[in-house]
């Protein structure tokens, strides 16, 4: 297991879209298990592939918070099957945007399809912070950022102070 780099904004690298996996194979698990060591540490809820330069549609996210009662989902090409119409609204972060926060609104509920780690498929129904955190991770898989649902106000002030972040930390 190793603990990798995650990419911070802005970066053409969180832009890219990701291809299908396909197959859940030893290459896709060891991604997987990286991955989710990865969030643990930074620490965060979720992560997906293009945060760590993966351009594969794998997402791992665990919404429990507890060091105890740990409860990691590893989805390999998730696909949103059904998403209900009453919206909810969640205030955001994202670990390639350290600590900037801002409203999301998005679908209440997702019914996702996905392959686990074994290649079975699955199918999960979310609500609350499960269905908001699969809903940005898989936006990331297409190169979408939670910034790019709100306004163009807010959006440019906080890719301003990332821009600035990235210049103080170059000079360091
Ligand atoms: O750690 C994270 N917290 C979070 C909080 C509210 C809504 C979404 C998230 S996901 C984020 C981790 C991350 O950047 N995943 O891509
Ligand atoms: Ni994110």
Redesign the pocket.
Known sequence: MAVLPIIKAPDPILKKHCVPVEVVDDEIRTLMDDMLETMYVAP?????AP?VSVHKRVIVVDTSRGDTDRSPIQMADPELIESSDNLAV?D?????FPDQYAEVERPAKVRVRYLDYENEIQEIEAEGLLS??IQ??MD?LDGKLFVDHISMLKRNIILRKMSKLKKTEALS
């Open positions: 965060g809820v979720g992560l997906a945060q969640y955001e972060g994202c670990l390639s908001t955190c940005h991770e990331h």
